[in-house]
């Protein structure tokens, strides 16, 4: 039974992936595919102050508030993007209930291009949810919490890519810039 399973959700994916080859062939206005490759944002929560962040406080109010300024921009926009820096999480009820419409369909699954993928605390669950679907993970990362133990060969088994953001190539220029990362913590996670 269970294997069953198995090849009718591979064989979803390869006839979506085969109807999207066709569209593209086609150029097709309007897709009879489902997306094969997703990113969801599931968190914008972040361990890291980079000053060049779009979370920075400090680069919005020197930086983006003097521009908006100038755009001529309300304050009330002004004030509110400045705000924008708090944490949210996907509810888990969302993640799960896009699980269910898409990931049959999905190979990769993209997670967030916004925050730190590993400071979701529903992580290991979302995990959960990927493996049985069958669907590969592409993880962008500052990688200075990539997990340990099983959860990291669960997650090294479900890898489709690891994207990570290093936005310097020497220790003192890197933990300038990255405000509360250890450069050489960060390439041994790599490693």
Do not use: W
Not at 62 to 86: D, E, P
């Amino acid at each position: 039974m269970k294997q069953d399973y198995l090849n009718n959700q591979i064989a979803s994916k390869i006839e979506n992936r085969q109807a999207s080859l066709k569209d593209a062939q086609d150029r097709n206005e309007v897709c009879t595919a489902m997306p094969s490759l997703i990113t969801v944002v599931d968190t914008t929560r972040c361990n890291l102050n980079c000053i060049m962040c779009q979370r920075n406080k400090e680069l919005l109010d020197n930086g983006l508030k003097s521009f908006l300024k100038r755009a001529m921009l309300t304050r009330r926009f002004i004030k509110f993007y400045s705000h924008r820096k708090q944490d949210t999480v996907m509810d888990f009820g969302l993640f799960k209930k896009l699980a269910q419409e898409i990931f049959p369909y999905l190979s990769v699954l993209g997670l967030t291009v916004a925050g730190e993928p590993f400071t979701n605390p529903n992580f290991s669950a979302q995990l959960d949810l990927i493996e049985s679907y069958k669907v590969k993970l592409l993880i962008f990362t500052n990688a200075t919490l990539i997990p340990g133990g099983v959860l990291l060969t669960r997650l090294v088994n479900n890898l489709s890519g690891l994207v990570v953001s290093i936005d310097a190539a020497t220790k003192g220029t890197y933990e300038q810039i990255i405000g509360g990362a250890n450069f050489q913590q960060v390439i041994n996670n790599i490693r």
